[in-house]
């Protein structure tokens, strides 16, 4: 499946990057190592995406819970407002959910390394202690 979805970065007041993601039903991204839970969560939060609890994702670390068999989802609730969930890997192939890299994510979405770059600044400059980072 192509994707026309060019991410060209845009800014909040704030120069906060926002990142315009597309949903993606009955997936899962598998985060084995902390950097890359905290860089999936860095582009949620980019995109608008907050936990069910409403609070923003890097506010949270569920990775230190599961470590590498941390796999993160979202699902819309009944406002039509995507909510990260998280979970083992094993239970979302229980489940029949697809499972994907980050990589995978970030080429579903168009988003370039020079995006994650500039996301990773962003967020170093701006969130140092972001919980997510661990």
Not at 34 to 59: C, F, H, R, V
Not at 92 to 107: G, R, V
Request: glycine share 2%.
């Amino acid at each position: 499946m192509k994707n026309d979805l060019e991410h060209k970065m845009n800014y909040e007041a704030n120069s906060k990057p926002v990142l315009n993601l597309i949903d993606i039903e009955n997936t899962a991204v598998h985060t084995p190592t902390e950097k890359e839970y905290d860089t999936l969560m860095q582009i949620y939060e980019s995109g608008n995406k907050k936990w069910a609890n409403g609070k923003k994702p890097t506010k949270i670390n569920v990775w230190e819970l599961l470590e590498e068999e941390t796999c993160v989802s979202t699902e819309k609730d009944y406002d039509e407002t995507a909510n990260i969930l998280f979970g083992e890997k094993k239970e979302y192939e229980k489940l029949n959910e697809k499972i994907i890299s980050l990589q995978e994510l970030c080429n579903i979405q168009n988003i370039k390394p020079e995006t994650i770059k500039e996301l990773n600044t962003w967020y170093d400059k701006n969130k140092p202690n972001r919980i997510s980072r661990g």
